[in-house]
C-alpha cells in the first residue's frame, strides 16, 4: 500500500492476503489476492485522513504554520502523503517528509519540545465552558423539553455557560472558575457529571445540545467530563422544603475550575467544604511555526 497513488481509477489492483492462496469470486479474490479499484482502496484511508484532517484544521485555526513535517507508518504511503500536501497548497502551508533517522529525530524532538516548553501566557484558541440549566421560556426555546424541579421550576437542560472566552489572555497556573449549585432531594443520585466543552466559532449559541439533547450544535467540542460523588459533603447538609410541593432538598454550592498549565488544561470540582471532589484532565497541543504530525 505504500506505493498506491490513487491515481488510476479505472485500473484494478491486486491485495495480497497474507496466508491466503485460494480463489473466492464472492469477494473478488484470485489466488489470494483481493482485486480492488482506486476508490475501494481509497475508503481503506478515508477514516484515518478524517481525523488527521480534522487535528490540522483545529492546529491551524488557533495558529499558522509555516511547515508540517509529516512522521510515522502512514507518512509512508504516496497517497497520504500527495493528499495532505494538496490539502496544506491550499492554505499556503508546505509539507515535509523526512526520511530514515531523521524521521526519528524530529518526531523525539517535537515531543521534547512539547513536554518541555516553558509557556508563561496562553491565547485561548477557543471559547471554554461548561453546562448548566435554565428557566423554560416557551418563545425562544420551542421544541426542547422542559422538566419540574423540586422548587416548582420548569427548566432546560444543554444550556451553555462560558467560563473562558476565544482569544482571551491566560497566565499558567491561574484559575478560572464559574459557581454553580444544585438542589437534591430525598434518593437522589449523589455521582455528578458535568460535560466540559469547547466552541470554535466566533460567537457562541445560547445551548450546546440540540434541542432532543442528542446532539451538540456545530462548532461545539466535548472536552471532558468532570465527575464528583457527593455524598461525603451531602450528609452534613440541613434539610430544606421546598415551598410548593413540601419536599426536602438539600442545597450544594460548588464551583467549576479550569486550570490551563503549560501543555494541558484541568478540570475540577470544588465545594465549599474545599475537598476535591473530582478532577479531569484533556491535554492540549500548543503548536508554534511548525506542526509535527506523527502519522
Known amino acids: 500500500m505504500r506505493e498506491f497513488t490513487g491515481e488510476e481509477p ?5 491485495l495480497n492476503l497474507g496466508g491466503l492462496y485460494h480463489d473466492d469470486k464472492r469477494f473478488h479474490v484470485t489466488r489470494g489476492r483481493l482485486n480492488l479499484l482506486d476508490e475501494e482502496i481509497k475508503g481503506f484511508f478515508a477514516p484515518s485522513l478524517r481525523i488527521v484532517i480534522g487535528g490540522l484544521e483545529r492546529a491551524v485555526t488557533d495558529n499558522s504554520p509555516e511547515m508540517i513535517f509529516l512522521v510515522g507508518g502512514l507518512a509512508e504511503s504516496k497517497y497520504v502523503l500527495t493528499y495532505l500536501q494538496t490539502w496544506a497548497k491550499e492554505r499556503g502551508i508546505r509539507i515535509a517528509k523526512p526520511d530514515g533517522a531523521m524521521s526519528k529525530a524530529i518526531a523525539n524532538g517535537a515531543l521534547y519540545r512539547y513536554q518541555h516548553s ?16 435554565v428557566l423554560f421560556d416557551s418563545e425562544t426555546m420551542a421544541g426542547r423539553a422542559p422538566f419540574l424541579n423540586i422548587l416548582g421550576e420548569w427548566r432546560v437542560r444543554g444550556r451553555y455557560y462560558p467560563i473562558v472566552n476565544k482569544n482571551e489572555r491566560l497566565r499558567v497556573g491561574v484559575v478560572k472558575k464559574a459557581e454553580f449549585h444544585r438542589r437534591f432531594g430525598d434518593g437522589d443520585n449523589l455521582n455528578v457529571e458535568m460535560d466540559l466543552v469547547g466552541y470554535r466559532g466566533d460567537k457562541p449559541p445560547a445551548f ?7 446532539t451538540m450544535v456545530e462548532e ?11 455524598k461525603a459533603v451531602f450528609d452534613p447538609l440541613p434539610w430544606e422544603t421546598s415551598p410548593t410541593c413540601q419536599k426536602r432538598f438539600k442545597k450544594l454550592s460548588y464551583e467549576i475550575c479550569l486550570v490551563f498549565d503549560e501543555i494541558e488544561l484541568r478540570a475540577c470540582l470544588k465545594w465549599r467544604f474545599n475537598l476535591l471532589m473530582g478532577i479531569c484532565i484533556q491535554k492540549r497541543i500548543m503548536t508554534s511555526a511548525a506542526t509535527v504530525i506523527y502519522l
Open 10 to 14: 479505472e485500473t484494478k489492483k491486486l
Open 118 to 133: 516553558a509557556v508563561n501566557v496562553h491565547i485561548a484558541g477557543m471559547h471554554y465552558g461548561t453546562e448548566t440549566d
Open 208 to 214: 450546546y445540545m440540540s434541542p432532543d439533547l442528542r
Open 220 to 230: 461545539f467540542i466535548p472536552l471532558g467530563i468532570v465527575k464528583a460523588d457527593l
